[in-house]
């Protein structure tokens, strides 16, 4: 019997620039570092949050990670057994990284994996929404099954939590670049009109299908011409300062497509190559930093395994 | 030098049930057959239609056919050459089957073997598309595509005319029933919202995700989960007469999906092996038959071929 495991749940990219709402990648790196550990007091209790400066609640109830924990206990029947959990954030909150979806994701799978995996990680997916809708608002699987499974994620259908699993190319890699500058979700979507052109919805179908062929294909050219985003990018650029010139420079030194990551404001770019990426991600941060703008830079390949144990 | 060919172009489901505007399946059977013979008497003439009724002109400029061998003889700088067209109808008009795309792209790529193929078939695209527009009075390649290439195509941008060939499973089948009452596709067309909820934009993405990584997986169940349209089956299903009683009886006889061929009234059922689409073909038009409403049946596989010479 484990008495006490870590885990790490990564980032992840929302909306993968071309599926808003229903797809979404697993970055390497930024994530949560969630530890559980059995303990004699029953019941379910977090005893550390750390790299939040003091803003996630101690109550598991009101707590992503503790209620993606205590959904699962319940699930399990276990909810008197006594655990532990300590939160360790290492990514910025509120950044469009899917921070709430990895705390949900590492809540979960750390109790699942200190009980000795009883559930697969497919099958911990509707409890870490749980955790994650707490945190979003909203019961959305773009940023929590990529966490959990890795890779690059398909919604099929959000309802049915029906997630499936896309080829990933081998040299696909992600320049994530965080500009310190605060949008909540709630607010980013309240942006968004309610109804898209038909003919927007048809150009960019033809881009979310054609990105998936690209996957499929491992054919980066016409990922680069599907990486495209007719319907969002333009009601939330508005958000992010410089996205333009950000998006343009990123074009320019030779990533595949650039957006917005999730709700923002990070952006993303998608590139082959780790070599090219990091030359985006630079002239990225050149924009921002050249503003004014504090700014971050995350280089990853997609995370092809999604939440682990240390 | 060729004196005389005769092409066969099929019939294609436009829309392929998931992908509204930027997606089509070419069938088997029904189709077009178009002969391209020199002539002594300069330019381009159109000396037999048979199959439609007396409905479609004579003059070259103003038929479908006549319209796309006709750009394509200008492309080439062949107006003056001598070239008569027949055009032989084997298929029914405004059914929803890609009558006008198989006409144009029978008419180009008639003239295009007769000439020794100068062009491909690929490159053939625009002038097909010229000709079909006369007829449906819009620029899509969602017809004229699969007709002329084969197989499904994805329409990954129509305004820059590119169309990839997606995967066919090898037992997918087509069953299309064909009930004789008239839509016409502008009407069809115009009884759409210009807007799409952004919700249904989000699910229906899932299901054209899902389709699509069906067929590159050969994955009939997640197929049959994807084959749904939420956005325009509910605003044209009032159209064909008992759609829902028909769409019934197909998914009940084992069809993985059923809708609405292109814009109606035709309506096809996808399914798996061609026994079952007889079965499900069968059970489609038996709702018809009992309500008095004259259908026709074809049964095919995903035509592989696209546009022949005979």
Same mark, same amino acid.
């Given at each position: 019997? #484990?008495?006490?495991?870590?885990?790490?749940?990564?980032?992840?990219?929302?909306?993968?620039? %071309?599926?808003?709402?229903?797809?979404?990648?697993? +970055?390497?790196?930024?994530?949560?570092?969630?530890?559980?550990?059995?303990?004699?007091?029953?019941?379910?209790?977090?005893?550390?949050?750390?790299?939040?400066?003091?803003?996630?609640?101690?109550?598991?109830?009101?707590?992503?990670?503790?209620?993606?924990?205590?959904? +699962?206990?319940?699930?399990?029947?276990?909810?008197? =057994?006594?655990?532990?959990?300590?939160?360790?954030?290492?990514?910025?909150?509120?950044?469009?990284?899917?921070?709430?979806?990895?705390?949900?994701?590492?809540?979960?799978?750390?109790?699942?994996?200190?009980?000795?995996?009883?559930?697969?990680?497919?099958?911990? #997916?509707?409890?870490?929404?749980?955790?994650?809708?707490?945190?979003?608002?909203?019961?959305?699987?773009?940023?929590?099954?990529?966490?959990?499974?890795?890779?690059?994620?398909?919604?099929?259908?959000?309802?049915?939590?029906?997630?499936?699993?896309?080829?990933?190319?081998?040299?696909?890699?992600?320049?994530? %670049?965080?500009?310190? %500058?605060?949008?909540?979700?709630?607010?980013?979507?309240?942006?968004?009109?309610?109804?898209?052109? +038909?003919?927007?919805? %048809?150009?960019?179908?033809?881009?979310?299908?054609?990105?998936?062929?690209?996957?499929?294909?491992?054919?980066?050219? +016409?990922?680069?011409?599907?990486?495209?985003?007719?319907?969002?990018?333009?009601?939330?650029?508005?958000?992010?300062?410089?996205?333009?010139?950000?998006?343009?420079?990123?074009?320019?030194?030779?990533? =595949?497509?650039?957006?917005?990551?999730?709700?923002?404001?990070?952006?993303?770019?998608?590139?082959?190559?780790?070599?090219?990426?990091?030359?985006?991600?630079?002239?990225?941060?050149?924009?921002?930093?050249?503003?004014?703008?504090?700014?971050?830079?995350?280089?990853?390949?997609?995370?092809?395994?999604?939440?682990?144990?240390?």
């Amino acid at each position: 019997m #484990l008495h006490e495991v870590k885990v790490f749940a990564p980032a992840s990219v929302g909306n993968a620039i %071309v599926g808003f709402d229903m797809m979404g990648l697993a +970055l390497s790196r930024p994530g949560d570092e969630i530890v559980a550990r059995r303990s004699e007091r029953p019941g379910l209790h977090i005893t550390a949050i750390t790299g939040d400066e003091g803003k996630l609640p101690y109550d598991p109830e009101k707590n992503t990670a503790g209620l993606a924990a205590s959904s +699962l206990l319940k699930h399990l029947d276990k909810t008197g =057994l006594g655990i532990e959990l300590e939160i360790h954030k290492c990514m910025p909150f509120g950044s469009g990284l899917g921070s709430s979806a990895a705390s949900a994701v590492g809540g979960a799978f750390a109790v699942n994996v200190l009980l000795g995996s009883p559930l697969s990680k497919r099958e911990l #997916l509707p409890f870490a929404m749980q955790g994650e809708q707490l945190a979003s608002g909203g019961y959305h699987a773009d940023n929590v099954a990529p966490s959990l499974l890795g890779g690059i994620i398909l919604i099929r259908s959000n309802r049915d939590l029906d997630v499936l699993s896309l080829p990933v190319p081998t040299e696909l890699y992600a320049a994530v %670049v965080y500009p310190e %500058v605060e949008i909540l979700t709630k607010t980013a979507r309240g942006i968004l009109k309610t109804e898209v052109p +038909l003919k927007q919805h %048809v150009v960019q179908s033809g881009y979310l299908g054609g990105f998936m062929a690209g996957l499929f294909c491992s054919d980066y050219d +016409l990922i680069g011409r599907s990486l495209r985003d007719v319907i969002i990018e333009p009601q939330r650029a508005c958000m992010i300062p410089h996205f333009y010139e950000v998006q343009q420079a990123a074009l320019s030194a030779g990533a =595949l497509g650039c957006s917005i990551s999730g709700a923002g404001p990070s952006m993303v770019a998608l590139c082959k190559g780790d070599a090219i990426a990091a030359q985006v991600g630079a002239a990225m941060q050149q924009i921002f930093t050249q503003a004014g703008i504090p700014n971050e830079l995350f280089l990853s390949a997609v995370n092809a395994e999604g939440a682990i144990a240390l």
